[in-house]
């Protein structure tokens, strides 16, 4: 913020000057900021659920969940995310303790799991287009690909974050800033977690029971 010191100037016979003042911003306030922003993800997610339940029987004569999912294949990109959670939190333990090589570690560690989810994600839908089973063939995997396919974009969202975020602490170190930006990304890792157990358990798993 300029702020201009007319008073002094005019008393010592300068011409006035101007200063540039920086500003911070509380810690308090990105957080809750950060959260907002999550909870209006859990809305459009909430969305896409119900979408998903309405539709999800909707098969148009095609094929069903039964016949499309390979649950072995799902239950290993599950476990890929579920580590990349666990590698996460080590990340964050080093940060703690004021550790930059072993958190840059954690990080690259975490984001080569997150590499490898949305790699076999996109060779779930590459092989289910190939099948003819792609989000035009009927109602429900219209709604199953948007589902899933929201939350791999956020994943691929995490991913690029997770990249320029090590950039900056190996340039700046764990400053405050980077400690502040690691804590959100932290949060919204954990999120897409807990988001992913959602449609294992509610697309797959109940799907291929039904």
Known sequence: MNEFHSSDALHEGKAPAFYLKEEHHPEGSTMLGFWL????????????????????????????PADLFDLPLIALNTSMLLFSSITYGFAML??????????????????????????????????LIHEGAGPQRSAFLSSFFTLVGTHGLHVSSGIIWMFVLMAQVAKHGLIAENKRRLMCLSMFWHFLDVVWIGVFSFVYLMGVLR
């Open 94 to 127: 080093e940060m703690e303790k004021g550790r930059l090589r072993a958190t840059l570690a954690w990080m690259a560690v975490t984001a080569l799991f997150g590499i490898v989810f949305v790699g076999l994600e996109l060779y779930e839908f590459a092989h």
């Open 37 to 64: 922003y999550l909870m209006s993800d859990c809305l459009i997610f909430a969305v896409l659920f119900a979408t998903h339940a309405v539709l999800g029987r909707n098969y148009a004569a095609g094929p069903s």
